[in-house]
């Protein structure tokens, strides 16, 4: 047989599926496993939502539908971005994708290519790096330090832009580490971008509506980018529907039809059921949203004060998502044998922060998506651990 195709070489992937499947079978074995590892909220697609998608399936959405998506539903996401951040973004410009991943994954193959460097947070997402590697362009990390909160620095992230920079990935608030980047930063960055009008900036925006002591911010409110402004969000993390597996993505008019004919050659439309599920969750009511919020508020207050009762361990309180980014370098072990150590001799799943680049090195991603009791629970097991080392 002849090789695989080169490419299929550079693809990385997502250490929390592989510490999902191993809790998995830990679990299967008979044991108590904690899961603070995989990123999805604990909680259940609120039942207005779920009762949307099985009418669709009675009603006979059966079929395929648009590339792009429902129009409904792409009016809908418009209206939503209307009503939170007053902009309005054309619906010829929004592409309902199977998931936000995706976004992530056309990005890189629009504006990748071994001729392109592609600038990327560390730590950050690790789908962001492995699909720009798959593309064949450079993925050049900008770093998010403890002491800024883990926000970006504007002027480190523009101090790295060369002529081959095609795309600029910022995420905030942050995967993994809960950071978000305050309102002057970004203002900072898109002030600085005026002097690089050859980059594009991809926005995963997939935690937007999860932030704690701070006003949820879109780079859609900024009119002088619009032109090169890829948002990704979607519903997996607002709505609790992550096995759904849709997302959207807004496009400026250079890149969306060439987004589309990806879509179309890659996934034809999302299913449409999820669709019009997607729809309800959106243009329905919002409680469960702010619901989902307050508690994940809580939870990272209560983890964070747990956390910073271990010692060797501390951690920064988290400003946004679901997850703490504790510091664990004192500790003096690698943290990918901690992230072992802790789910095989301790039955906690959490995810060593090297996962997510090499600025993770002495950090350990805990998920705060699940009951404050398991949280509790966890943080005593990590304690024992960290005692017993
Ligand atoms: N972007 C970030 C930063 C994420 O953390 C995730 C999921 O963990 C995604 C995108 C992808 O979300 P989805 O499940 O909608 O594909």
């Not at 599926?17 to 990123?39: K, P, S, Y």
């Not at 590339?67 to 971005?81: F, H, N, Q, T």
Request: hydrophobic share 40%; proline share 6%.
């Amino acid at each position: 047989m002849r090789p695989l195709n080169s490419a299929t070489h550079r693809l990385g992937t997502e250490n929390a599926f592989t510490v999902l499947a191993r809790a998995g079978q830990i679990a299967a074995e008979g044991h108590d496993v904690i899961n603070l590892g995989i990123g999805q909220p604990d909680f259940r697609t609120p039942p207005h939502i779920v009762e949307a998608g099985i009418k669709a399936l009675h009603d006979g959405a059966h079929g395929y539908t648009p590339s792009l998506g429902l129009p409904d539903l792409r009016e809908a996401v418009a209206a939503d971005l209307h009503n939170r951040y007053g902009v309005t973004p054309d619906i010829r410009h929004i592409q309902i994708t199977p998931g936000g991943k995706p976004v992530i994954f056309i990005s890189a193959m629009l504006l990748g290519g071994p001729e392109n460097e592609i600038l990327v947070p560390d730590p950050g997402f690790p789908i962001y790096q492995s699909a720009i590697n798959y593309s064949g362009a450079t993925a050049v990390s900008y770093g998010l330090v403890e002491q800024n909160g883990f926000a970006f620095d504007a002027d480190d992230v523009l101090s790295r832009i060369t002529d081959k920079t095609s795309l600029i990935i910022i995420n905030s608030p942050a995967n993994p580490t809960g950071g978000a980047t305050p309102k002057s930063e970004m203002d900072k960055f898109v002030r600085g971008l005026a002097d690089f009008p050859h980059v594009t900036i991809l926005s995963d925006e997939i935690y937007d509506r999860f932030v704690f002591d701070t006003q949820p911010l879109s780079l859609l409110s900024y009119p002088e980018i619009s032109d090169r402004l890829i948002v990704l969000n979607g519903w997996s993390k607002t709505y609790a529907m992550t096995g759904w597996r849709i997302g959207y993505g807004i496009w400026p008019e250079r890149l969306i039809d060439a987004a589309d004919r990806i879509g179309v050659n890659y996934h034809s439309c999302v299913n449409a059921p999820t669709q019009f599920a997607a729809l309800a969750a959106t243009s329905g009511p919002q409680d469960c949203v702010s619901d989902m919020c307050a508690a994940f508020a809580r939870r990272a207050a209560l983890i964070t004060e747990l956390l910073n009762d271990i010692d060797g361990i501390s951690c920064v309180m988290p400003r946004g998502a679901f997850y703490a980014f504790a510091n664990v370098s004192a500790l003096g072990m690698k943290v990918d044998a901690l992230q072992n150590k802790l789910l095989e001799d301790y039955h906690v799943a959490a995810i060593a922060g090297t996962s997510f680049g090499a600025f993770g090195e002495g950090y350990l991603r805990l998920s705060s998506a699940n009951s404050e009791d398991a949280i509790r629970q966890a943080c005593a097991r990590l304690k024992d651990m960290v005692a017993n080392l």
